[in-house]
């Protein structure tokens, strides 16, 4: 059976062509950012986003062949791309690295509700948001997600892909205009 982050790949895949623009939100390792950077091609642009100067250097190293990419050591309340064409958050810590550096709730509600305002100039965008509910500040991020995405107007597809008999596991939220 696939993985959580693998099922986030496949609607990556399904959604985004060669010459999009892809967002990495939290690059952590750098596994997203290839995956995204391999979809976009020669001709499209990935812009990677992490607080942690040891995940962007793990980043490149992992992405080292790839000239596609843009690495922006900051957080991805920050994101100021005009042209997006799919977002993914993978929320959380660096796997390998330390756990007390989490994505948090209140810079990730700020991220959201800012790429929420662009779907205006950016109707084709899909958000992808792996979330950790497992430990405590994932389970804050997930019980605001659950609220507010539920809450948007039916103008957004607004979804949640969960495993349904597993205690605190990941799972996917997305988000797209009709
Ligand atoms: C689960 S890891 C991401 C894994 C990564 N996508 C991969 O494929 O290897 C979460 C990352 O989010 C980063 N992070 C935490 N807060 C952040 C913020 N406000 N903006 C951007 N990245 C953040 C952490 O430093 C960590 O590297």
Do not use: R
Not at 136 to 165: C, H, M, R
């Amino acid at each position: 059976m696939a993985k959580i982050t693998d099922i986030a790949h496949l609607f990556l895949k399904e959604h985004l062509k060669v010459g999009d623009t892809a967002i990495d939100a939290t690059c952590g390792n750098g596994h997203d950012t290839l995956y995204l950077a391999k979809l976009v091609g020669q001709t499209g642009i990935v812009h990677a986003y992490d607080i942690q100067e040891q995940a962007i250097i793990n980043s490149k190293e992992l992405t080292k062949d790839f000239n596609n990419i843009i690495f922006h050591q900051t957080s991805h309340e920050n994101i100021d791309i005009n042209k997006i064409d799919a977002v993914i958050f993978n929320l959380g810590y660096l796997p390998n690295g330390d756990k007390q550096i989490t994505t948090l709730l209140s810079s990730t509600k700020n991220a959201i509700l800012n790429l929420i305002a662009k779907f205006e100039t950016n109707k084709n965008m899909l958000i992808i948001i792996v979330v950790y509910p497992g430990h405590d500040e994932g389970y804050k991020e997930a019980l605001w997600l659950d609220e507010y995405l539920t809450s948007l107007p039916t103008s957004f597809v607004t979804s949640k892909y969960q495993p349904i008999n597993q205690h605190n596991s990941p799972y996917i939220y997305t988000v797209n205009k009709k």
